[in-house]
C-alpha cells in the first residue's frame, strides 16, 4: 500500500494469569514467540513501523518481535491504566505522522494480514475508526458492539453493560485501526469515568462519532482474533494454528494419514505429494521435499530430507540432519549434523553423528559414529557404496573408503582405505561343555539362597 502505517502492539502483560515467570506474549505457538507470530501478520500487512509497549522482559519482547522486516521501537508501560492508556505509552512514535495506525496485541498470535489490510482499507476510503469484531455464541468477557440505524456508535465493556447489551452476540477483538491525522486528538480525549476507573480504547468510537467521524467495522473469525490469558487458551490457540497450518498443508499436495496426531512447528515447509503417518512432531527449521516419506513416531527438527526419502518409524532427526534422494533412516534411528548421501540406507537401531555417508552406502543395524571423546567432537567420513556391518562403532576422526567392508562387531579407530576390508574385533574363541557347567553352578548357587531363606 502506498500509505505508511504505524502497529502498537500493546505487549506488557505480566502473566499473572498464565502463572509465569516469562512475559506472556514470549510464550510458544507452534515453537515460535506468540509476539513473533503478531509481527509476521503486521509485516504481511505492508505496516512499515511498529512500536511494543512493553513491561517486563521488555528486551526479550523486543528481540521475538524483530521479524518480516518491519522497523520495531519499545515503549516502556509503568501503570496499568486501561488500554487507551496503554497506547499512548507509545505518544512519540504517534506523533511522527503515519497515515494509519493500527493497534493490536501481543497475545493474539492468530490475527490474519488479511484482517489487517481489510481494516487499513477502510481508512483508505474514509473511515476515521475501524473496529475490527466477531460473532460468538458465548459473548461473556467481551466489549459487545452496539449498533443504531445501521452503524456502530458504541462499544460497550461488559462491566457497564445493560443486561440487554450483554445478550448481543457481536464483539470487539480489540484491535483497531485509526485515522492517522486524527489519532492522539481521539486518544487525548478518552476519560475514565467507567466502572473500573480506567482509560478505555473501545471509548474513541463514541468520541469520534461526537467529532463528526465516521466509524466502520471489519469482521474476523472468532478463532483469529482469539487473545491468551492462561495455559488452557495457550493450548487452545496451538491446537487452532496447527488444524490451520495442515489444512494449508493438505490442500497444497501434502498426505497426512491423521493430520489431528501431527505437529508442525511455525516454519515446516512440505513439499508436494509427501506422505506423513501418524504421530510425527516437526520442530523448527525443517524442510521435507516432495514424495519423501515420513513414517509414523517420528520426531524432526532442524534436518532437510529430499525427494523420495523414508524416515522412521521410531526415527529421530535433529538439527543439521540432511538425507539425500532416495535415501532412508529407519526405525529407531538418530541423525545429528550428518549427511546421509543418495540411495544409502541407515536402517535401523543406529546413530550416525557429525558424519558423511556416501551415496549408496548401507550402514547396518546398531553400528554408531563415536563423535564425542569427552570434550571435543570429531567428524566421520564413509565414502560411496561402503558397507557397515552391524554392531561396528567407528570411533572419529575416522574415514572409510569408496566401497570398504567393515566386518560385523568392529572397533574402528584407524581410515579404511577404498574397496578394503577391516575387522576390529576379538578372534571368536569357543570352549566345549563351558555353557553347561556355568549354568549348573549358576542353578546350584540359586538353590544354596532359597534352602537359607
Same mark, same amino acid.
Given at each position: ?10 505487549? $506488557?502483560? %505480566?502473566?499473572? /494469569? ?7 506474549? #514470549?510464550?510458544? !505457538?507452534? @515453537? =515460535? ?127 457497564? $453493560?445493560? %443486561?440487554?447489551? /450483554? ?7 480489540? #484491535?483497531?485501526? !485509526?485515522? @492517522? =491525522? ?272
Amino acid at each position: 500500500m502506498s500509505r505508511s502505517c504505524l502497529a502498537v502492539i500493546l505487549a $506488557a502483560g %505480566d502473566s499473572t /494469569r498464565m502463572k509465569s515467570s516469562m512475559s506472556k506474549v #514470549l510464550h510458544p !505457538i507452534a @515453537g =515460535r514467540p506468540m509476539i513473533a507470530h503478531v509481527m509476521e501478520a503486521v509485516a504481511g500487512a505492508e505496516v512499515g513501523s511498529a512500536a511494543l509497549v512493553v513491561g517486563r522482559d521488555a528486551e526479550a519482547v523486543a528481540k521475538a518481535g524483530a521479524v518480516g522486516g518491519v522497523d520495531v521501537e519499545t515503549f516502556l508501560q509503568t501503570e496499568r491504566l486501561g488500554t487507551g492508556h496503554a497506547v499512548l505509552a507509545a505518544r512519540e512514535a504517534i506523533q511522527r505522522g503515519y497515515d494509519d495506525i493500527l493497534i493490536g496485541y501481543g497475545d493474539v498470535p492468530l490475527i490474519a494480514s488479511a484482517t489487517l489490510i481489510a481494516a487499513r482499507e477502510k481508512l483508505k476510503e474514509g473511515a476515521d475508526i475501524v473496529v475490527i469484531g466477531f460473532h460468538t455464541n458465548d459473548p461473556t468477557g467481551y466489549g459487545r458492539l452496539l449498533v443504531a440505524g445501521g452503524e456502530l456508535v458504541a462499544i460497550r465493556e461488559e462491566k457497564d $453493560a445493560s %443486561d440487554e447489551e /450483554r445478550r448481543v452476540g457481536w464483539c470487539n477483538s480489540g #484491535l483497531m485501526a !485509526i485515522d @492517522g =491525522r486524527k489519532a492522539l486528538a481521539l486518544l487525548d480525549k478518552i476519560g475514565n469515568g467507567n466502572a473500573r476507573g480506567e482509560y478505555y480504547l473501545t471509548d474513541i468510537v463514541e468520541i469520534a462519532r461526537a467529532d463528526g467521524g465516521k466509524v466502520a467495522v471489519v469482521d474476523a473469525p472468532e478463532r483469529e482474533v482469539a487473545g491468551c490469558n492462561n495455559r488452557a487458551e495457550l493450548a487452545a490457540l496451538e491446537k487452532s494454528w496447527q488444524e490451520r497450518r495442515r489444512h494449508e498443508l493438505m490442500i497444497s499436495g501434502v498426505s497426512m494419514v491423521a493430520p489431528e496426531t501431527v505437529f508442525l512447528s511455525y516454519d515446516t515447509e512440505i513439499g508436494q505429494d509427501a506422505l506423513i503417518e501418524p504421530n510425527v512432531v516437526f520442530g523448527p527449521g525443517v524442510r521435507v521435499d516432495g514424495g519423501a516419506i515420513i513414517h509414523a513416531f517420528s520426531h524432526i527438527e532442524g534436518a532437510h530430507i529430499s525427494a523420495g526419502a523414508m524416515v522412521g518409524p521410531f526415527a529421530r532427526l535433529r538439527p543439521g540432519a540432511d538425507l539425500g534422494v532416495g535415501s532412508k533412516v529407519g526405525n529407531f534411528c538418530e541423525v545429528k549434523n550428518g549427511r546421509i548421501g543418495e540411495g544409502a540406507k541407515v536402517n535401523h537401531l543406529t546413530y550416525i553423528g557429525d558424519a558423511v555417508v556416501g551415496a549408496r552406502s548401507n550402514i547396518g543395524a546398531g553400528a554408531i559414529t563415536c563423535n564425542y571423546d569427552g570434550v571435543n567432537k570429531h567428524d566421520t567420513n564413509i565414502g560411496e557404496d561402503a558397507f557397515i556391518g552391524s554392531n561396528s562403532s567407528l570411533v572419529a576422526p575416522v574415514s572409510v573408503g569408496r566401497g570398504a567392508y567393515i566386518a560385523s562387531g568392529s572397533v574402528i579407530t584407524e581410515d579404511v582405505p577404498a574397496d578394503a576390508l577391516a575387522l576390529g574385533r576379538a578372534r571368536q574363541v569357543v570352549k566345549p561343555e563351558r555353557a553347561r557347567l556355568i549354568r549348573e553352578r549358576a542353578l546350584a548357587m540359586k538353590a544354596s539362597r532359597k534352602a537359607q531363606k
